[in-house]
């Protein structure tokens, strides 16, 4: 038997074509018990007077940029000093359109690093995967993992490289303005979103299908990132489940040199996740 090792959930269609047609998988009808697992998230939203530009570490922290090897995919990934790491990924042959998002704890250490309770939240399909994620790193330079899908089994390699920007100082003042562009949950799938970040942190937006939303940002820490809230209003569909009102437990980056803000943001049950990725106007 051929072991089809493509992105899988991450890339969904190329291998229901590569695969024919996902024969013998129950790719139609995703392994819905995953969407019940919950991890430990600590990606702390405290601020502290100790951020600076001076980013002495020897993990694998940092904001890390690349792609899915042998795919149309890119990835963007934050890891905190607090172990909470996402990775987005786009759609196949699609770098401005959200496909999923990969959440979890990492532990990494003299150039290695491992992680065994991670979920791949894929907008595609609408379900949830449990994925883990080895690899190694060199500090502030570039990193190469492998994610191992548990169902219905699948190997991908991602290479990324880190950004020098997560080194600098964390300022809120960067943030303030309106952003353009997608946000994405399980629940609603991909909308059109726009947001504003105002001075004080403070967080409003809209979304196509009418949704509106408030939250708050705050600088974190450690490294140039930032902790982040949202809370859905009562004329979104996430107001009549109430396990997908409000998101916390949030991280964003801003890219100064794109303009690019991205923000990765768990529900209270772990079972959702609220992605935005906009570009500041």
Known sequence: MTTCKTLLPLTMASLLSACGGGQGSNLDNPVQSSLNNTYAVTSSSSSSSSNSANIYVLNAEGFWQGNAINTSRTISSLILDSTYYWILYSSAG????????????????????????????????????PVSWVGSYVNRSNLQGTLTYETPGSI??????????????????????????????????????????????????????????????????????????????????????????????????????????????????????????????
């Open 94 to 129: 699609n770098p401005n359109q959200i496909g999923g998002v990969i959440v979890g704890n990492t532990l990494s250490r003299d150039g290695t690093f491992n992680s065994n309770n991670s979920n791949d939240f894929n907008f595609e399909i609408g379900a949830s995967f």
């Open 156 to 281: 991908v390699n991602l290479t990324a490289s880190y950004d020098n920007n997560y080194s600098q100082p964390v300022k809120l003042a960067q943030l303030q303005g309106s952003y353009s562009g997608t946000s994405a949950t399980l629940l609603r799938g991909r909308q059109s979103t726009t947001l504003t970040i105002y001075a004080t942190g403070q967080v409003s937006g809209s979304r196509e299908d009418g949704c509106t939303f408030t939250g708050n940002v705050s600088p974190r820490p450690r490294g140039n990132a930032y902790g982040i809230n949202i809370n859905y209003s009562g004329n979104c569909i996430e107001s009549n489940a109430s396990a997908h009102l409000n998101y916390s437990n949030g991280s964003a980056y801003f890219d100064p040199n794109t303009r690019q803000l991205y923000s990765v943001t768990l529900n209270g049950t772990a079972q959702d996740v609220l992605a935005f990725v906009g570009r500041k106007l």
